[in-house]
């Protein structure tokens, strides 16, 4: 077995992959609106070009005051202030604080010149008309945001490389920021290959057939890393088919993914058709994970090609690990990325061979407990079954039953 | 202050907001293809309607053999099989396994008729030409996925309710499951009221004005949870306004929410309009949480209606808490969703008051600790610079440092 012997050559652990596989190639960056922006890759720091709120302004519904005018003030000695009027909710505060006086600002209310702080209205009370009583003294800056305290003009708003979360876009929209640069969503290939293969809606199988059913899984797991799945592609096994269209997925596209044939010769086929296009280059052929083995990292001229096993499950649990963070990357992303996890207890032994990362499928059960699900890798039911995973490190030896393990979870 | 007392008067704790706040509405269906199903919530479940595999297929790359014929074979005592030929990947099997014979097979090739088990190569080697040595015996079934070990035809490959992950998108696909029926997603109308508030894009901001922070960061968190968010609207601080404003969104929408402005009187405002809305009914006016108190829930006709605190800060948390699980069931979404989150120990104190459940904004430190941030509540860059958010429960006096803690990811 020449090509098993050809795999363990080159292989190497996933966190060899997750940190030394970094083709160079990154998408370009375009424009887009505030309402398109979540999600997305800022290629350059975003910088606030003016204060935010914009004016001081109450934090609080009360009346604005000098502060030392209530210093002293107790629920038996309170201070008393002239009411001099009100502010309206987004207008100036054309009024000017008189001496010993009160202006009511409500909450986000721009605060009058003259005043250092506001007093909330239930330390207070209008005592006969004209007046109030203040019974707790206030310090400056009390009650208020300071024009530019949320943010200066020239400070970064929203970091290079992170995609926007819902607050950076309320932060962005704070400031006025409608349209900014984003990195262009990576364009990926998906290539699947084997003779064996029709198309999900391609009629009834035929003799020996199975319906490929990886290009729309592996393309549902792209859009999730942000990217964008080019329409799929069968492709028969030859080489002189899948390098040729390799080549033309090199010139489209940001990622390109082989979904391999199952069989042996097939996997041989993928390392043989990236050996064969001009300035490729193998990474890794061989990754010491269980399932997922046969992965196969790649780059010609900094554009990643991903080698994926042609079990679909492995397949997908290698692309969830190793293909998603690629993707990020190419479309600018640098910041790493966690899947939701949840610590429980191991309702039963993991046995596991030390020397590669074990990615075991596990069902949630009871309120503290997760079982593996067991079965052959071949059988797509046991991802399906499975409400996340547990990673068995390349160190360990198995875990053993009653050990708290974090469980990563598919949403 | 007899609108805070009001508040009081109905408020809910957000456990109790989480289980009891259901409005009976559901968004109608709509078939959709495979390619565009990653996410989507099928309506009913998705059964089987052929068998997976479909055919008797070999695990290995091997040679397909009656199982009795290698009892007993060992490194020393081989048995000795005669080769009758291979099978192609993707056709048929159309040889049949002669008495003592071997056949062999690629993995994901289909088995010959007679065959019970196929045997790995490895444990195989070709003595002679036309003869094999097999030196471990198999039993029966083994290196074989049965014609429908994966899914039988009628089996639940996808249940209801529950948002189909890349795992499920590739079992429909196997199963040629190309066109599904499921829930359309939540149409939400957000509505952001506040005399102060301009739009984003709106030009330079006036005296005491400020830009509307909320619509597209509310929209975004309505993407994520699977809603499409409708057109922006800006409503001016007046009851008969917000009423009409209610009235025409509750007619083109599966959810509701209104930012209300950040005094209190523009928080009645919000009461007073639902209570002018025909039909419509207040489940709740305050809940106990830190931001969020002035949260309104309420719903008319079974569809939901979320009135937000002013503060586009404490918006943003209780939409994330309590908006987005009602917008996922809107959508027909039947099951739990968990944010990311990683165990962490509290670099410092946090303190809390029991009673309510404190949403405390922290970020990642070093390896194993979070900080947790404090500042105003009005403060956006609170959350900018948030990693993730910690929960102090109801019960709890506030947490000690050095507490291990679970630490919900922003993405």
Request: aromatic share 4%; net charge negative.
């Given at each position: 077995m020449a090509a098993t012997g050809r795999e363990f050559f080159t292989a190497k652990t996933v966190a060899e992959a997750l940190s030394?596989?970094?083709?160079?190639h990154r998408t370009r960056t375009e424009t887009v609106t505030l309402e398109e922006a979540a999600g997305r890759v800022p290629a350059t720091a975003i910088v606030a070009g003016?204060?935010?709120?914009g004016f001081d302004r109450s934090s609080v519904d009360g009346y604005a005051v000098r502060a030392q005018d209530t210093f002293?003030?107790?629920?038996s000695i309170p201070a008393y202030l002239s009411l001099a009027g009100g502010v309206a909710m987004?207008?100036?505060?054309d009024l000017e604080l008189p001496t010993h006086g009160a202006i009511a600002v409500p909450t986000g209310g721009a605060l009058p010149a003259g005043a250092d702080a506001v007093v909330m209205i239930?330390?207070?009370?209008?005592?006969?008309?004209?007046t109030i009583e203040v019974v707790r003294p206030v310090a400056p800056g009390e009650g208020i945001v300071r024009a530019d305290e949320d943010m200066a003009p020239g400070q970064v708003a929203a970091p290079a490389g992170m995609p926007l979360r819902a607050q950076d876009v309320a932060m962005l929209a704070a400031l006025g920021i409608t349209e900014l640069e984003v990195h262009v969503p990576p364009a990926v290939t998906i290539l699947a290959t084997g003779d064996e293969l029709i198309a999900p809606g391609a009629g009834p199988l035929g003799p020996g057939q199975i319906r490929d059913a990886l290009s729309s899984s592996v393309g549902a797991l792209v859009r999730e890393a942000g990217g964008r799945p080019r329409s799929p592609q069968i492709v028969r096994d030859d080489p002189g088919a899948l390098q040729a269209a390799l080549e033309r997925a090199l010139e489209e596209s940001d990622v390109v993914v082989i979904c391999a044939g199952s069989s042996v010769g097939a996997r041989d086929e993928t390392a043989a058709a990236v050996a064969a296009v001009s300035g490729a280059e193998v990474?890794?052929?061989?990754?010491?994970?269980?399932?997922?083995?046969?992965t196969l990292l790649a780059a010609s001229d900094g554009i990643p090609i991903i080698g994926l096993p042609g079990n679909p499950r492995s397949a997908l649990v290698v692309f969830r690990l190793i293909g998603m963070p690629v993707v990020r990357r190419a479309g600018g992303g640098t910041a790493e990325h966690r899947a939701p996890s949840m610590m429980r207890q191991l309702s039963r032994d993991l046995p596991s061979a030390a020397g590669r990362l074990d990615v075991v499928q596990v069902r949630l059960s009871g309120e503290a407990a997760v079982e593996p699900i067991f079965g052959p890798?071949?059988?797509l039911s046991v991802l399906t079954a499975a409400d996340g995973y547990v990673i068995v490190p390349d160190e360990a030896n198995g875990l053993p039953a009653g050990e708290t393990v974090e469980v990563f979870l598919y949403r």
């Amino acid at each position: 077995m020449a090509a098993t012997g050809r795999e363990f050559f080159t292989a190497k652990t996933v966190a060899e992959a997750l940190s030394d596989f970094r083709p160079a190639h990154r998408t370009r960056t375009e424009t887009v609106t505030l309402e398109e922006a979540a999600g997305r890759v800022p290629a350059t720091a975003i910088v606030a070009g003016e204060a935010l709120p914009g004016f001081d302004r109450s934090s609080v519904d009360g009346y604005a005051v000098r502060a030392q005018d209530t210093f002293g003030a107790s629920e038996s000695i309170p201070a008393y202030l002239s009411l001099a009027g009100g502010v309206a909710m987004g207008a100036a505060a054309d009024l000017e604080l008189p001496t010993h006086g009160a202006i009511a600002v409500p909450t986000g209310g721009a605060l009058p010149a003259g005043a250092d702080a506001v007093v909330m209205i239930e330390y207070t009370q209008e005592a006969m008309t004209g007046t109030i009583e203040v019974v707790r003294p206030v310090a400056p800056g009390e009650g208020i945001v300071r024009a530019d305290e949320d943010m200066a003009p020239g400070q970064v708003a929203a970091p290079a490389g992170m995609p926007l979360r819902a607050q950076d876009v309320a932060m962005l929209a704070a400031l006025g920021i409608t349209e900014l640069e984003v990195h262009v969503p990576p364009a990926v290939t998906i290539l699947a290959t084997g003779d064996e293969l029709i198309a999900p809606g391609a009629g009834p199988l035929g003799p020996g057939q199975i319906r490929d059913a990886l290009s729309s899984s592996v393309g549902a797991l792209v859009r999730e890393a942000g990217g964008r799945p080019r329409s799929p592609q069968i492709v028969r096994d030859d080489p002189g088919a899948l390098q040729a269209a390799l080549e033309r997925a090199l010139e489209e596209s940001d990622v390109v993914v082989i979904c391999a044939g199952s069989s042996v010769g097939a996997r041989d086929e993928t390392a043989a058709a990236v050996a064969a296009v001009s300035g490729a280059e193998v990474w890794c052929h061989g990754l010491a994970i269980k399932p997922g083995k046969p992965t196969l990292l790649a780059a010609s001229d900094g554009i990643p090609i991903i080698g994926l096993p042609g079990n679909p499950r492995s397949a997908l649990v290698v692309f969830r690990l190793i293909g998603m963070p690629v993707v990020r990357r190419a479309g600018g992303g640098t910041a790493e990325h966690r899947a939701p996890s949840m610590m429980r207890q191991l309702s039963r032994d993991l046995p596991s061979a030390a020397g590669r990362l074990d990615v075991v499928q596990v069902r949630l059960s009871g309120e503290a407990a997760v079982e593996p699900i067991f079965g052959p890798s071949a059988l797509l039911s046991v991802l399906t079954a499975a409400d996340g995973y547990v990673i068995v490190p390349d160190e360990a030896n198995g875990l053993p039953a009653g050990e708290t393990v974090e469980v990563f979870l598919y949403r």
